[in-house]
C-alpha cells in the first residue's frame, strides 16, 4: 500500500525506449510497472523507477514522476513523462515514456 494510503489505487504499466547516445551510439529499452497514484491537485502521478535493459556492458536507472492524468475516453487515463537516465560509462540517455491505459480490461 502506498505510504499514506489506506487503501490500494491503481498503477500503470508502461515500457520506453531511450534516445540514442554513448559511443559507440546505442539506446536502451525499458519497461514495468508504476507506483500507485500519488494524489496533486486536481488529480494525480505516479512515480516510475526502473533499470533499462543491458548492452554493451552497462545500463542507466529510470526515475521519474510523470504528468497528471491525460483523459483517453470511457473514463480511462494514461499518463506521459521525459527525462534524462542516470550516467553510467560517460554518458546519459533522454527518454519519453507513456502508460498504458489503466484497468485495460475495464473490471
Known sequence: MGKNNKCQTHV?????T?????????NHRFAGVSGQEIPI????????????????G???EISILTGPQIPVGGG?????AMG?????RGHVH???????IENPDGY
Open 12 to 16: 500503470h504499466e508502461f515500457l520506453g
Open 18 to 26: 531511450t534516445k540514442i547516445a554513448g559511443h559507440p551510439l546505442h
Open 41 to 56: 491537485p486536481n488529480g494525480h502521478i505516479h512515480a516510475i523507477d526502473v533499470n533499462s535493459d543491458f548492452t554493451i
Open 58 to 60: 552497462h545500463l542507466h
Open 76 to 80: 480511462r487515463h494514461v499518463h506521459f
Open 84 to 88: 534524462i537516465s542516470t550516467e553510467n
Open 94 to 100: 533522454e527518454f519519453i515514456v507513456a502508460t498504458m
